[in-house]
């Protein structure tokens, strides 16, 4: 059974002060792992998928990293607005289809 | 662009009751999924929907129960309704074959 943890729960940080959020996964052969972005009363924003170790995407301040057990996304001078839950989802080929989801990272970024 | 349509947006229901959420797919997208997400907890994945057929299912007992239907839309249905049901449900549409999700905003259900 596919599982995903992230860490921290909850970070605050300070408006420009850079740091990193954490996602541990257990699959049996990764097939993606996405990252998205939930505000407050709504549904996840997608953000990025990463396919296999060594591979990163940007966005913006964000940007993501993947390696055999784990990803980082790692927020670079944030902003008031990157406020909000980040959740960590893997797909794999016992999976099938489905997303498991982590419990997710809440930040506040204050300015 | 429409993207995932859900209604209601919010629904109060008593204990024991049976509720139908609904769910519009983003257009292009042929493949429905349905997600529960309690407070402060990550999404469960609920079941999955493609050609008018459940797919894949997740952990979930019989009293939660799905339909496709010909234009790609989907319900999802919940008999015997339960405290613990109280969650926030979530729609995703993809199209096959394709991880790239988009989910609706959700219908808040809360169970009294």
């Known amino acids: 059974e596919d599982q995903v943890t992230q860490s921290p729960e909850a970070l605050r940080l300070q408006e420009g002060e850079s740091s990193s959020l954490n996602c541990s996964y257990t699959?049996?052969?990764?097939?993606?792992l996405f990252w998205y972005r939930q505000d407050p009363g709504k549904g996840p924003e997608f953000l990025f998928t990463?396919?296999?170790a060594g591979e990163e995407k940007e966005k913006e301040r964000l940007k993501a990293t993947l390696t055999k057990k784990e990803s980082f996304l790692h927020i670079t001078a944030p902003k008031p607005e990157d406020s909000a839950t980040y959740l960590c989802a893997v797909t794999s080929g016992t999976s099938g289809s489905r997303l498991t989801f982590g419990e997710g990272t809440q930040l506040t970024v204050n300015p | 662009d429409a993207g995932v349509t859900q209604s209601p947006t919010h629904l109060i229901k008593t204990r024991g009751q049976q509720v139908t959420l609904r769910c519009s797919p983003k257009?292009?997208?042929?493949?429905v999924s349905w997600y529960q997400q309690a407070l402060g907890q990550g999404p469960q994945f609920i079941f999955q929907?493609?050609?008018?057929?459940?797919?894949q299912r997740g952990n979930f007992p019989d009293r939660f129960s799905g339909h496709q239907f010909p234009n790609y839309s989907s319900e999802l249905n919940v008999n015997a309704l339960l405290l613990g049901d109280s969650a926030l449900y979530l729609c995703?549409?993809?199209?096959?074959?394709?991880?790239?999700?988009?989910f609706g905003s959700g219908t808040r259900l809360t169970v009294v």
């Open positions: 929907y493609y050609e008018e057929e459940e797919r």
């Open positions: 990463l396919y296999s």
């Open positions: 257009s292009g997208h042929d493949t």
């Open positions: 995703a549409s993809s199209t096959t074959g394709n991880y790239g999700y988009t």
């Open positions: 699959v049996s052969g990764l097939r993606g």
